[in-house]
């Protein structure tokens, strides 16, 4: 135990002793259906280091990540997004990017803009089309 935290929990599949349809795994290092740590692996995962389908926390790894850095499918970052679809108030790399601050993917929103089609201020694409002067 750390604090009221244990070390470490896992949690997968149906827990029967509290009549609940999937684990919900509580630690410092957490893996389960429902994940909440430090260290969070699960399906769905809520911590500082993330992993999972839907992964939320400091930085996020999954299908759907969100965080202030996130990797994934559909990837949201507060500074950095890298993935299919790409969203950053700072730096955004995928197929579509839209980043407040750069962009780079085939599609790439942002002031600086880099990618087939860029659209932003400081662009450099196949297609550019300057959004603001």
């Not at 957490?30 to 280091?49: E, F, N, R, S, W």
């Not at 299919?84 to 085939?106: D, H, R, Y």
Request: aromatic share 6%.
């Amino acid at each position: 135990m750390i604090g009221s935290w244990p070390l470490y929990d896992i949690a997968i599949g149906p827990d029967l002793e509290r009549n609940e349809k999937q684990g919900k795994a509580k630690g410092i290092f957490a893996i389960g259906d429902h994940a909440v740590g430090v260290v969070a692996l699960g399906k769905i995962a809520k911590g500082g280091l993330a992993s999972g389908c839907v992964a939320m926390g400091g930085i996020a790894l999954g299908s759907v990540g969100i965080g202030v850095a996130s990797l994934g499918g559909l990837a949201v970052g507060v500074l950095f997004a890298m993935g299919g679809t790409a969203l950053s108030g700072g730096v955004a790399l995928g197929g579509l990017a839209i980043g407040l601050w750069t962009a780079m993917g085939a599609v790439a929103i942002g002031e600086n803009a880099y990618g087939a089609v860029a659209i932003g201020k400081c662009l450099k694409g196949v297609l550019e089309i300057q959004l603001f002067k």
